[in-house]
């Protein structure tokens, strides 16, 4: 009888022992995402020289990939460089296009870096500084626009033809900056916007009478199908007041007449409009909404109420 159980209790013995050994194995990773995203943050505000820094090491990277993969065909098969995403929240700056005419600049320098008041009461950490600020030129097409605090600008770099998701053209890759945001102030705002086939950006349509009003500008640039730049959403920036405290009545945002400005916090009803605007959780939500699309390229247009 003790013979005949002795097999059985040495299958008992290796059932325990893989049982224990398959226990110890370690978790599946979950699949990487595809987009990589980093939202820059010292203090709150940041140097727009600095986040353009960040921009460019990660074109850097993208551009020299594509030279080694280029010239050596044994690296062909190393995957590419995974699409960046940066985002932040600007110190006051003034910005230009490659084309903008500088004698015109220089006319308007002394009225953009007046003293400008900024105060952002509707925050965890509220924002009250006297700024002067700066003027930088870009590689974007345009001419000047305005980037500063109550403002989420957002830089996706990435390669237009990479093997990780559907190729873009120039024209569907702005589609895609802008039917992300579309998306994101509908689904979280309820705030119906179109886009203007002859004004780049996210509009919200003028009624009794008024202008429309732009809630996010565009701004883009491609190298060897590297982008860098992208979209600025105002969130709760003034819109609204004298030059002191309002940007945008010190020049004609990116040189278009007759129309207005305009941000999430003065579009928004009192049901959609938080306690207090979060601007890093906001570029969390738009990067996730952005990474679908690449994927995806029926999500790189809006419809409302889709």
Not at 39 to 66: M, P, T
Not at 288 to 298: C, Y
Request: glycine letters at 6%.
């Amino acid at each position: 009888m003790l013979a005949r159980m002795r097999p059985i209790a040495r299958c008992l013995r290796l059932k325990y022992v893989c049982t224990r050994q398959a226990s110890s194995k370690a978790p599946i990773e979950p699949p990487q995402a595809l987009l990589q995203h980093q939202h820059v943050s010292r203090s709150g505000l940041v140097a727009y020289s600095n986040a353009n820094a960040i921009q460019s090491a990660f074109q850097h990277d993208f551009l020299q990939w594509k030279d080694q993969t280029k010239h050596d065909a044994s690296r062909s098969t190393v995957e590419p460089p995974r699409p960046k995403l940066i985002s932040f929240e600007c110190k006051p700056t003034f910005t230009i296009g490659r084309r903008q005419d500088a004698s015109i600049l220089e006319e308007q320098r002394t009225t953009l870096t007046q003293p400008l008041q900024i105060e952002l009461p509707n925050r965890r950490e509220p924002i009250q500084h006297t700024f002067t600020p700066k003027i930088c030129k870009t590689q974007r097409g345009g001419l000047t626009t305005y980037h500063g605090p109550g403002q989420l600008v957002l830089w996706p770099v990435l390669d237009m033809h990479s093997p990780l998701y559907p190729k873009f053209t120039v024209k569907s890759y702005a589609g895609h900056l802008e039917a992300t945001t579309q998306r994101v102030l509908h689904d979280l705002f309820g705030i119906t916007t179109h886009i203007d086939g002859a004004e780049p950006g996210v509009w919200i349509a003028g009624s009794n009478g008024r202008q429309d009003r732009k809630i996010a500008a565009l701004g883009v640039h491609q190298r060897r199908y590297i982008t860098s730049l992208g979209l600025a959403l105002n969130v709760d920036i003034a819109v609204t007041g004298e030059t002191n405290v309002n940007p945008w009545k010190r020049f004609v945002p990116c040189g278009i007449e007759g129309k207005g400005v305009t941000s999430v916090a003065a579009a928004a009803d009192d049901h959609h409009k938080p306690a207090s605007w979060d601007l890093e959780n906001l570029s969390k939500q738009w990067a996730q909404v952005f990474e679908k699309g690449l994927a995806d390229p029926s999500l790189r247009t809006f419809t409302h109420g889709r």
